[in-house]
Structure formats: structure tokens, C-alpha cells
């Protein structure tokens, strides 16, 4: 995959990310009209379809709302890449399917704008622009496994079959 | 190399012994959800294709968020909960007039004890570990998993351990001293990792324990956990409709890291926005003057917190510019305060005084904040837009404090007011 960075600081919460005004309801498309926008009032605009997040340390703090990263789906971002994730939120993401990868340099590494390019099974982020490459540690096997089947739903319902 | 009272726990569901950074899949005793998570899990757990639930018994589905509902929307959310329920005759759907906050529910209720693993799709679902089980928030998509499988899967998690000693002085609890943590560590100082809670544990009430492990997730962690003692064991006789497994750390564990807490050393505790790492003393403040005070929530809404509230505000008078909102955690807590005489002086005080809901505290309901509005809340969470509008303050500190400075119309010390 590839796609434009867009760039945000630390510990951004899941209450940016979606507020909870919004949370009345759980629509995928609803939730995108306000992703980030108590951070980024011009995020809706700027996102296209396969760009990639990038962000700091500790990223989706706060609350377990899956509401968090299904906005971000939504909205059309493709893969986010951190120095940290909260832990609610890292595994929020896989369960829906929805590709993360930590790694420091490649957050010290890339400026908003830059076109970087991910090979999430290996764990392998281009920096297109720069003509820069850093590797993040790949998923342990059990996680490719869900990402495989798309998702935890998808993966119980083969293993329930 | 033995093993943390985390580890252990996990270990024993796994049938072996279980190494930190490992994953497992594992049994659960107990599945949560409320009104904004549980529908998002019912609409997956349809798309797995059971034709049931894995016990009906072992899943509590908790509206409190945005209860009674407060607009369409969350009635229809409300319905799709009420109506799962009904479909998988699931035992544990607590109704409105019947429910309360589902953290303060669950263990009243003797829904979670010693030793289990439970999993709520509610980050605060680490409250339980103060009953030495261990409890661990996760999403939706986990939640649906779980319901129709009875597993959830985790990497087993490392721990720093928390040496507690020394006594609490007056006007000093629970809140302070995981505020005080907080403060130490920041708000990733345990990502990924357990705090267990150890020493002196006597110096705190099972609801100061309550308070320190539903915030233990404000510093990253998966879970919080304490030791099991006397008065662990005097809260769950009580309620304990099964059994349940005590568990102890291995004298020779291993910890990323060892802290110790002097209890005595500990001020009143206050976080400003908008993170809860932000911590002062009480005595480091300065004058912030406040719109709005809220006493409650997972946090701090049991009758302790009740108690001390209504021992400051009696034959008080709430500040002419503060509106002071309190709502009691679940309907068992409303019911006493109500008896006791609590809510007649807090209305005599000039307090709201609410049914259990989360409400103000993520903004949802019931106080609301206003552009430039400032509040001081015994809530968790004082993230930007928290409460209300994106340009609101929210501080955090505990109900003494709250109480008081409903009273001062800003934040000061319960000492200024006794
Ligand atoms: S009281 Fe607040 S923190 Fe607790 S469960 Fe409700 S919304 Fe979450």
C-alpha cells in the first residue's frame, strides 16, 4: 500500500479521534465526518483514500470505542504508523482489520506530505519522497492470522465453522 | 522464574505457565458491554453465524452511558442491547430504574471476583483487578468474539510493582494517590504492562482500591491489580453467588520495574487539563475559579465518595456561579445516600442531584460544558473536549476536593472549608 503521510503529535486520544457526542451512533460513514476534527478541523478534507497516519507516542489513549479506529477506516486511511499505540487501541485495529505498525524512525522519518509506501507483512515502510526505508517489527504469527482472515470476525467464524 | 499475580492468573486459565510477551487465548468468566459498545458487538457477533451465546450467565450487558436515553438515537441503541437480550435470554441486562454505572454494578452485584478473567468493551473494565482478578478493557469486535467463543486472546503482560506504605492523611484517598502515580509515570508509564498494587494495602478501603485500578488504564496499563486480603474477602462474602480462586505472586517474580509509594507523602492530588498525568498538589493550584463541579462516575461515584461529599456540603451553600452535579454510581448507592439523609443536604446545598448515568462524564448528557467553560470533575478523563465543547477545561481531583470547591466557587483544599 501506499499513500500520502499525514502527520499528528503524542498521546492522542480516542476522544479527538471520535468524540463522544458523536457516538450515538456506529456507522462507519457517520463516524468519519467528525474523525479528528477537535484536533484538525481540515482533516475530512485533506485525507484521500490510501493515505497513511502517521503519529507519536501512545496513540488512541482514553476509551475502548472501536468507534476510534473504524472512524479512521472510514475516512480512508490505509495503515497508521506510530512510535507507540495504547493497547485497547492497537488491538481494536487488528481485530477490524485496519494495518498498524510501530516504529520510531519511521515517525522521526517521514514529514507530513511525504509519499510513503508499507509492506505490513514484513513490516518494511518506504519513505518514497526521501528515498528513505525503515523496518518495523513484524506481527507474531498469531496476528497475521486474524489480519489474514480479515478481521476477528472472520477468523472465528472459520474456526466456529 | 516465578510469577506476577497477573501471570499467575493467567497462567492458571492456560493450563500452564505462561511467559510475559507470549500470546494465549484463553477462557473468560465474565463479558461486558454497555450502550455504545455492546451494539457495535452485536451487529458482529450476527455476522459469526451461532445460534447462541457461550453462556448466558457470563455476559453483562450494562446501558449507563447515554441513560435514560437522551435523544433517538441512543434509544434505538438502547433497543438493540434490550432486544439481543431478550433473543439470547441473557441473565445480566441490567434496565434502567435497575442498572448503574457498569463498574461500580458488576462488583456490587458479585458479578466479578477474585481470580477471574473478565473482559468489558469499556476501558475502565480494569476496576475489578481491586478484587484480585483480572479485568482488562478491549473493543467491540472482541466483545462479539468472546460472546459467541467464551476465548479472548492476550500477550501476557510484564508488571511493575507497587510498593505501598505508610498511612493516608485526612482528606487524602484513593483518587489522590493513582493521581499522584499518574503523575510520576505520565500516561504511558505502564503501556502494555500491569500495576500491582502491594505493602501497606490496608492503609486503603476496598473503594480506594476501586478508584486506583479503574485509573490504572490513564497510565497505559492493561490491567490494575491488588493483593487479596481481609477486606477483600469481607466485600466479596457478601456477594459471591459461586466460587472464586485466590491467587498470590511468587516470592522470586519478576518486575520491569519496582516503585515505592509513600502513603504519608501524598497531598491532595489535582490533574489539569487535558492530561491526567498533570498533577499538583493541592498546595501548588493557584486560583482557578470553576463553572462546574461533578461528584461521580466509575471512578468515584460508591458511597464513600458520597459520604464525604455530604460531610463537607452539610449546612453548606454551593457557590453562587458553580453548578454542582452529583450522581451517584448505581441505583443500590442512590437508594442508601437517600436513606442516610445524603440527598436532602445535597439539594439543600443547591446540588443536581442525578440517577446513575455516565452522562457529564464524557460529555454525553446531564452537564454538558460550554465554550470556555472550566469544571472540576472526580471523573478520569480530562482530555480535550471531554466534557463538552473542544474549548472547555476539565480538572480532575477527588470528591473532598470537589465538594469543597463546589462550596469556594474555586479549587481549594478541603481544609479551607471545614
Ligand atoms: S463513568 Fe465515565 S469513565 Fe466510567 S464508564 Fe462511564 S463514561 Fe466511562
Not at chain 2, 457461550?54 to 435514560?68: E, G, Q, R, S, Y
Not at chain 2, 481491586?130 to 467463543?149: E, H, I, N
Request: hydrophobic content about 40%; some cysteine; overall charge negative.
Amino acid at each position: 500500500m501506499q499513500g500520502k503521510a499525514i502527520k499528528y503529535g503524542d498521546n492522542i486520544d480516542t476522544d479527538v479521534i471520535i468524540p463522544a457526542r458523536f457516538l450515538n451512533t456506529s456507522d462507519p460513514k457517520e463516524l468519519a465526518e467528525h474523525c479528528m476534527e477537535d484536533l484538525d478541523r481540515e482533516f475530512k478534507n485533506k485525507v484521500k483514500e490510501g493515505d497513511i497516519l502517521v503519529v507519536g507516542e501512545n496513540f488512541g489513549c482514553g476509551s475502548s470505542r472501536e468507534h476510534a479506529p473504524l472512524a479512521i477506516k472510514a475516512s480512508g486511511i490505509s495503515c497508521i504508523i506510530a512510535k507507540s499505540f495504547a493497547r485497547i487501541f492497537y488491538r481494536n485495529a487488528i481485530n477490524i482489520g485496519l494495518p498498524i505498525l510501530e516504529s520510531r524512525e519511521a515517525v522521526d522519518g517521514i514529514e507530513e506530505g511525504d509519499i510513503v509506501s508499507v509492506d505490513v507483512d514484513n513490516g518494511i515502510i518506504r519513505n518514497v519522497t526521501k528515498g528513505t526505508e525503515f523496518k518495523a517489527q513484524p506481527f507474531p504469527e498469531f496476528i497475521k492470522e486474524i489480519i489474514k482472515y480479515g478481521g476477528l470476525i472472520n477468523y472465528v467464524r472459520e474456526k466456529v465453522r | 522464574m516465578g510469577l506476577t499475580l497477573t501471570q499467575k492468573i493467567l497462567s492458571a486459565k492456560a493450563g500452564r505457565e505462561v511467559k510475559p510477551g507470549e500470546l494465549i487465548e484463553i477462557d473468560v468468566d465474565m463479558v461486558l458491554g454497555n450502550d455504545i459498545t455492546a451494539p457495535v458487538a452485536i451487529k458482529e457477533f450476527e455476522k459469526i453465524g451461532v445460534d447462541k451465546v457461550f453462556d448466558n450467565t457470563k455476559i453483562a450487558l450494562v446501558p449507563d452511558h447515554f441513560v435514560p436515553s437522551k435523544d433517538i438515537k441512543s434509544a434505538e441503541q438502547v433497543n438493540v442491547m434490550r432486544k439481543f437480550a431478550k433473543k439470547y435470554n441473557i441473565v445480566n441486562f441490567f434496565e434502567v430504574g435497575r442498572m448503574g454505572i457498569e463498574h461500580a454494578l458488576l462488583p456490587e452485584q458479585g458479578l466479578v471476583l477474585p481470580g477471574d478473567v473478565v473482559i468489558g468493551a469499556d476501558s475502565h473494565t480494569c476496576t475489578y483487578g481491586a478484587l484480585t482478578c483480572f479485568a482488562t478493557g478491549v473493543g467491540s469486535t472482541d466483545m462479539a468474539a468472546a460472546m459467541a467463543t467464551g476465548k479472548a486472546w492476550f500477550k501476557v503482560p510484564e508488571a511493575i510493582k507497587f510498593v505501598l506504605k505508610g498511612n493516608l492523611g485526612k482528606w487524602v484517598s484513593g483518587k489522590d494517590v493513582i493521581l499522584y502515580i499518574i503523575g510520576k509515570i505520565g500516561v504511558d508509564g505502564a503501556l502494555y504492562k500491569s500495576m500491582e498494587f502491594t505493602g501497606n494495602i490496608k492503609a486503603l478501603s476496598i473503594d480506594d482500591r476501586f478508584t486506583i485500578a479503574n485509573m490504572a488504564i490513564e497510565a497505559g496499563a492493561k490491567n490494575g491489580i491488588f493483593d487479596f486480603d481481609e477486606i477483600t474477602e469481607a466485600y466479596v462474602k457478601k456477594r459471591a453467588k459461586r466460587e472464586y480462586k485466590v491467587f498470590e505472586r511468587d516470592e522470586d517474580a519478576e518486575y520491569s520495574e519496582v516503585i515505592e509509594i509513600n502513603l504519608d507523602d501524598i497531598r491532595p492530588q489535582v490533574a489539569f487539563p487535558h492530561l491526567p498525568e498533570n498533577t499538583r498538589s493541592i498546595d501548588e493550584v493557584g486560583k482557578v475559579k470553576i463553572d462546574q463541579v461533578v461528584i461521580g462516575s466509575c471512578t468515584n461515584g460508591r458511597l464513600s465518595d458520597m459520604e464525604i461529599a455530604y460531610r463537607i456540603l452539610k449546612g453548606k451553600k454551593v457557590h453562587p456561579d458553580v453548578r454542582l452535579i452529583i450522581f451517584p454510581a448505581t441505583q443500590e448507592i442512590y437508594l442508601e445516600c437517600v436513606k442516610r439523609g445524603y440527598i436532602e443536604e445535597f439539594i439543600k446545598a443547591g446540588a443536581a442531584v442525578s440517577t446513575p448515568t455516565c452522562g457529564p462524564c464524557l460529555g454525553g448528557h446531564m452537564g454538558v460544558l460550554a465554550k470556555g467553560e472550566r469544571a472540576l470533575a472526580t471523573t478520569n478523563r480530562n482530555f480535550v473536549g471531554r466534557m463538552g465543547h473542544p474549548e472547555s477545561e476539565v480538572y480532575l481531583a477527588s470528591p473532598a476536593v470537589a465538594a469543597a470547591s463546589a462550596i469556594a466557587g474555586y479549587i481549594v483544599s478541603p481544609e479551607e472549608v471545614e
